[in-house]
C-alpha cells in the first residue's frame, strides 16, 4: 500500500512533468518564420566541455521512461522526401577509458567487439563469457560507470542495493583484473595534484585549484573531477570534430540532407530518402575516424533511420 | 509589537552554504570561491526580509578550547581541517555583517551554541520570542515556548521552526530536557562524542520512556535485561561524560542581553556594498539597495545560462551532507559556469567610455560606407558585432553593424527597419562577407553569423571567438561581455540599460534608440572585444590551449550556426494529443493517492503532501537503506518534491 501511494504520486509528477515542460512547451518554440524549432547551442557553458542547448534544451528530454521517451515521437523529417536520422556513439566513455588507461583486458574486450558489461562480469565473477547473468551484467555495468564517476564500495552498494562488504569485494576483483584503471586514476590525480589541471585527449584542461586542499571533502569532489573531466571531455571533443567532419562532408557534397541536432552522444538529421546510403556510411566514416584513440580502441557508432526520432534511434 | 529576537550559529550556517553550491561554485574573476560568503549573507537578508526580527547577532566560536576540550582530549577530534575556501571566507563575512550594523558575538572559552543559549534564555525572560537561526540539532535542548529554532532552507526547500512539540517528536520524548540524555546515551559522531557503544536513536529513546534520565537509566542498569544491559554497564563513564559533553552552557557571565545593542538598526546600505563589490555580487548588492535584477544581453552569451530553476536542481544534486560536510558522494553532474545571467559578476572598474580616449565613427551616408568598405577589404581582421531588436537571432532584425581593426576606433553602420533597404545596405558589404581570406572576431559571433544568415549572408572567412577563446584558458571563469571587460581590460561597458531601460515588460526597443547613443554603444562594443581578442590570443599559447581552440572550438561555430539555422519540424498535433493523454492519466494517478491517503489535498505542495504522508499515513522519512528496501520510494518520492 505504501509502494502503490508512492507509485502514484511519482507517476503524478513524472506526467506534470513532462506535460509543462515539454509537451505544452515545445509547441509554443516554433518559430513563425519557418514553422520549426530552433534550439541555440551553448558552446561555452559546461565546464567539461559538453555541449549544452535551451529553447529547448535537448539534453534534458528524458529518455529513462517510456512516456518521455514518446516525447521524440514529436520531432519529424521536414517533408515526405525526407527520414530522420539518427547516430549515436555505443560506450563512447569507456571506450575513453581503455584507451587512456591503456588497460589490456578492457582494451582487449572492445578490440574483440565483445559487450563490454559483460565482458567486465566474466573476469570479475570469473566465469565464462556465456556463463555471465543478468544480474552480473548489471552489477559489472554499475562498476563500469561507477568508476568514470570516482564512485566507491560505499556508492555502488548503494546504487546496486548490496551489502558494502559485496560492493568492495567486486571492486577488489574489477581493481585487480583491470589493474590499468586504478593505475590510471591514481596517476591523473598525482598528475592534477602536480600541475593542478587535468585534460583531455584534445588538451582541452580543466584547472582544479582544491586538488590539495587539507580538507578531505573539498579535496574529494577535485580528485573525481580529475578522473572524470579527461573522460568526459575527450567524448565531448570527439563528438565536436565528427560534427565538424560531417558538416564539411555534408557542404562539399552539397547535400539536401542536414545535419540538425547534437545531444549527449548522438547527432540527428533531416536525412533526404535518396541520399540515406550514401550520408549514412559517410556519417559513420567520420564518427568513427573524428579522433583515433590511443591503444588502437576502435570507436564504435550506431546509424538509423525512421519516421520520427524515437523511431531513428 | 512583539520584539523577535534572531540569534544567528554563525560557523553551521557558513559551512552549510559553502556545502550547497560546492558542485557549482561561484568563482570570481579572480579565481576565488565565494559559495560561503554567498549563502550567508543571502541567509541574512533573507532573515531580515521576510522574517522581520526587531533583534539580532551573529554568534561565531573562538579558537581557545572551551571546558568541553578540557574535560575530553577527543573532543570534536574527528573534524576534518576546514576548507581553505571557508577559512579566507570568514573576515569577508564578519565585514559583511558589521556592515550591516549587526552585533557579532564570541566569547573565549564558550561556542557559538553556549552563547546563543545564554542569550536566548535572557531575552527570553525580558519577553522576547527568540529565534535560534541554526541546522543544528543539538539546540533542541534549548527549545521553550518562546525560544525556538529557526532552521533555515535548504536545497530549495522551506525553513522550518522547531518548537518544543517538534523536537520532542523528532526524537520521540517527552521533554526537551531529555535531548542531552539522548545525546549521552547515542552520542554525536559529528562531535566525537562516544555515547553508549551500540546504543543508537531508536534504544536510546525506548529506555528514556521508561527511566526518564540517563542517570536514572544507569542507575537501574541491572535491572535491564541481556545484552544491552551489559553494554550499559560497560558504558556508564563515557554516558556521563556525554551528556556532559552535549550540555549547552547557558550560564555564561560574559554573555549580557542588551536590548538596545541587538536592535536591528538603520542599514547603511552603501557599506556592504564594498564588500559585494570585492566579492562581485551584483545581485546581491541590488537586494539589499532594493533594485532590480536582470541584466542581460547577447554577449553574455548568456541566453545560454542555466536559469535559476536549473541552478537550484544543481543545487539539489549535491546529495545529503552533514553540517560538516561529511557528504555522501554522488556522481559528480555536469557542471556550468556561470551562475545565472542575474548573478553575472562584475568589478568595479576604473575606465569607462566618459574617461578613455576613443573615435566611434557614424558611417551614415552612401559615400562614408563606401569608403569605409575601401578600407576595410584591405584588412585581414576585423572585429565584427551586430545590434538587433532581441536575443533570439532567429526572430530578430538587425538594427546596425558594427567594426573595428584598430584598439580605440570602431564604425557603427545603422540598418533601415525596411527588409529590403536593409538588404541593398547589406549588399555593399558582400566583397568583405565572402573575403575567404578575413578573420572575423567577435564575442559569441554564432549569433551575429546568425543574424546574417537569416539575411542570407555568410562569413565566409575565419573566425576568432572572444568568448570562446575564454571559455578554453578559463572553463569556469565568467565570460560575459561585461566580465571580461573587467577583468582584461578595467573598462566598464555601456551598459544595454542606459539605451533600452531594464529587462521586462517596460524594456524598450534598439530601433527606437537614439543614433548617436546606440553608435556609442555599439562601437564600444566592437573596439572592446577587438582589444579582448589581443589579450586573449597570447593565452592561448601560454595555457597550451590553442589545439582544443583551433581545432574543436573555433571551427564548431560555424557548423553550430548552421545547425541552429535548420532547425527541425515538430508535429503539433502529436503534442496536442499527447497533452491530453498525459492529463488523463495524470488525473488517475491524483485520485488514487487522494483515494490511498483518504483526503483531498493539494498535491503540489511538498508541505501538504508531507503532512499526509508522514502524519497522517505514518510513514517513515527517514527509512533507511538498502535501496529495495519498501521504504525507499517513500523516501525518493519525498525527496523528489523538496
Known amino acids: ?313 | 509589537m512583539q520584539k523577535k529576537l534572531f540569534l544567528l550559529d554563525a560557523y553551521a550556517l557558513v559551512f552549510r552554504a559553502y556545502y550547497a553550491l560546492i558542485r557549482n561554485p561561484r568563482i570570481t574573476s579572480k579565481g576565488r570561491n565565494t559559495n560561503a560568503q554567498f549563502g550567508f549573507t543571502n541567509t541574512l537578508i533573507d532573515l531580515i526580509n521576510n522574517q522581520k526580527p526587531t533583534h539580532m547577532a551573529v554568534c561565531f566560536d573562538t579558537h581557545a578550547p572551551t571546558e568541553r576540550h578540557t574535560d575530553f582530549a577527543d573532543y570534536k577530534a574527528n573534524r576534518q581541517e576546514t576548507p581553505e575556501d571557508i577559512s579566507s571566507a570568514v573576515p569577508d563575512i564578519k565585514r559583511i555583517i558589521e556592515a550591516m550594523n549587526i552585533p557579532v558575538v564570541a566569547i573565549d572559552g564558550y561556542e557559538a551554541d553556549d552563547v546563543i543559549g545564554a542569550l536566548a534564555k535572557q531575552a527570553e525572560l525580558s519577553g522576547y520570542d527568540v529565534y535560534m537561526v541554526t541546522p543544528d540539532k543539538d539546540y533542541g535542548q534549548l527549545v521553550s515556548e518562546h525560544i525556538k529554532i529557526y532552521k533555515p532552507p535548504y536545497q530549495g526547500g522551506v525553513f522550518e521552526i522547531l518548537g518544543p512539540k517538534e523536537v520532542c517528536e523528532k526524537w520521540g520524548i517527552k521533554n526537551v530536557s531529555q535531548v542531552i540524555d539522548i545525546l549521552g546515551l547515542m552520542g554525536d559522531a559529528v562531535d566525537n562524542i562516544p555515547g553508549i557503544k551500540g546504543v543508537g536513536e531508536k534504544t536510546a529513546a525506548k529506555l528514556l520512556a521508561e527511566y526518564e534520565t540517563l542517570e536514572n537509566i544507569l542507575a537501574n542498569a541491572a535491572n535491564i535485561k541481556g545484552a544491552m544491559g551489559e553494554k550499559i554497564k560497560a558504558g556508564k563513564e563515557d554516558a556521563i561524560m556525554s551528556k556532559k559533553l552535549a550540555t549547552i552552557i547557558t550560564d555564561i557571565p560574559a554573555a549580557v542581553f542588551h536590548e538596545e545593542d541587538f536592535r536591528i538598526k538603520e542599514m547603511n546600505k552603501e557599506a556592504p556594498k564594498e564588500v559585494f563589490d570585492m566579492l562581485e555580487f551584483r545581485a546581491l548588492t541590488k537586494r539589499l539597495l532594493g533594485e532590480d535584477t536582470g541584466i542581460v544581453d547577447k554577449h553574455n552569451g548568456s541566453e545560454t545560462a542555466p536559469s535559476a530553476t536549473e541552478n537550484k536542481k544543481a543545487t539539489a544534486d549535491t546529495g545529503q551532507l552533514d553540517l560538516f560536510g561529511n557528504v555522501v558522494a554522488a556522481a559528480p553532474s555536469e557542471v556550468t559556469t556561470s551562475v545565472s545571467s542575474s548573478e553575472e559578476s562584475f568589478l568595479s572598474p576604473q575606465k569607462n567610455i566618459n574617461n578613455t580616449l576613443h573615435n566611434y565613427i557614424l558611417l551614415n551616408d552612401e559615400k562614408a560606407i563606401q569608403q569605409f568598405i575601401d578600407i576595410a577589404i584591405r584588412q585581414t581582421e576585423i572585429c565584427f558585432d551586430s545590434e538587433t531588436t532581441g536575443l533570439d537571432a532567429n526572430d530578430a532584425e538587425l538594427v546596425g553593424l558594427s567594426f573595428s581593426f584598430k584598439e580605440g576606433e570602431a564604425y557603427y553602420v545603422p540598418c533601415p527597419a525596411e527588409k529590403n533597404a536593409c538588404l541593398a545596405l547589406l549588399k555593399k558589404f558582400q566583397p568583405l562577407f565572402d573575403d575567404e581570406a578575413k578573420v572575423w572576431v567577435g564575442q559569441n559571433i554564432k549569433y551575429d553569423m546568425l543574424m546574417l544568415k537569416w539575411y542570407g549572408f555568410e562569413l565566409k572567412g575565419n573566425t576568432f571567438d572572444t568568448m570562446l577563446a575564454h571559455y578554453v584558458i578559463e572553463p569556469d571563469g565568467k565570460r560575459s561581455m561585461d566580465a571580461l571587460s573587467a577583468k582584461y581590460l578595467g573598462y566598464e561597458p555601456v551598459h544595454i540599460e542606459e539605451l533600452i531601460g531594464k529587462k521586462g515588460k517596460g524594456q524598450g526597443n534598439m530601433r527606437d534608440v537614439e543614433i548617436e547613443k546606440i553608435k556609442e554603444y555599439a562601437a564600444e562594443d566592437a573596439d572592446i572585444t577587438l582589444q579582448l581578442k589581443n589579450i586573449l590570443l597570447p593565452q592561448l599559447k601560454t595555457k597550451a590551449v590553442e589545439k582544443v581552440f583551433y581545432e574543436v572550438e573555433n571551427p564548431l561555430v560555424k557548423v553550430l550556426a548552421d545547425m541552429e539555422f535548420e532547425g527541425i519540424k515538430i508535429d503539433e498535433s502529436f503534442l496536442n494529443d499527447y497533452s491530453k493523454l498525459l492529463e488523463t492519466d495524470a488525473k488517475k494517478s491524483e485520485e488514487s493517492v487522494y483515494e490511498q491517503a483518504g483526503v483531498r489535498f493539494n498535491l503540489a505542495s511538498p508541505k501538504q503532501l508531507g503532512e499526509v504522508l508522514f502524519d497522517k499515513l505514518q510513514l517513515d522519512p527517514k527509512a533507511k537503506k538498502p535501496r529495495r528496501d519498501s521504504m525507499q520510494p517513500v523516501k525518493t518520492c519525498w525527496q523528489s518534491w523538496r
Open chain 1, 1 to 313: 500500500m505504501n509502494n502503490k501511494i508512492c507509485d502514484d504520486i511519482l507517476a503524478f509528477r513524472e506526467l506534470t512533468k513532462l506535460k509543462n515542460t515539454y509537451v505544452d512547451a515545445l509547441p509554443l518554440m516554433i518559430n513563425k518564420k519557418t514553422g520549426r524549432v530552433h534550439t541555440s547551442y551553448a558552446q561555452a557553458v559546461a565546464v567539461t566541455g559538453r555541449l549544452s542547448s535551451i529553447d529547448p534544451n535537448l539534453q534534458n528530454i528524458p529518455v529513462r521512461t517510456e512516456r518521455g521517451r514518446e516525447i521524440r515521437k514529436a520531432f519529424i523529417p521536414r517533408s515526405d522526401e525526407f527520414v530522420l536520422m539518427s547516430a549515436d556513439y555505443s560506450q563512447i566513455e569507456l571506450r575513453i577509458v581503455a584507451a587512456i588507461s591503456g588497460d589490456a583486458n578492457m582494451c582487449e574486450a572492445f578490440k574483440t567487439g565483445k559487450d563490454i558489461h559483460t565482458a567486465t562480469a566474466a573476469k570479475v565473477f570469473n566465469v565464462e563469457d556465456a556463463a555471465v547473468t543478468k544480474e552480473m551484467r548489471y552489477k559489472a555495468k554499475s562498476v563500469n560507470f561507477g568508476i568514470i564517476y570516482g564512485q566507491g564500495a560505499f556508492g555502488l552498494a548503494e546504487n546496486l542495493g548490496i551489502s558494502r562488504t559485496e560492493a568492495k569485494e567486486i571492486i577488489d576483483n574489477y581493481k585487480k583484473q583491470f589493474p590499468n584503471i586504478q593505475k590510471y586514476m591514481d596517476d591523473t590525480i598525482n598528475f592534477a595534484k602536480e600541475h593542478g589541471y587535468v585534460e583531455t585527449l584534445m588538451g582541452r584542461k580543466r584547472w582544479l585549484k582544491d586538488i590539495n586542499s587539507a580538507n578531505f571533502t573539498v579535496r574529494g569532489f577535485a580528485e573525481r573531477n580529475a578522473i572524470n573531466s579527461p573522460i568526459q571531455g575527450s567524448a565531448a571533443d570527439m563528438i565536436k570534430l565528427a560534427m565538424i567532419k560531417i558538416h564539411a562532408a555534408f557542404k562539399q557534397q552539397q547535400f539536401k540532407s542536414k545535419m540538425l541536432l547534437q545531444v549527449h552522444d548522438e547527432l540527428v538529421f533531416d536525412a533526404h530518402k535518396d541520399e540515406i546510403d550514401i550520408i549514412k556510411p559517410m556519417i559513420l566514416q567520420c564518427m568513427q575516424t573524428a579522433m583515433p584513440l590511443p591503444h588502437d580502441v576502435p570507436t564504435d557508432a550506431e546509424v538509423g533511420t525512421g519516421v520520427n526520432w524515437l523511431a531513428a534511434h
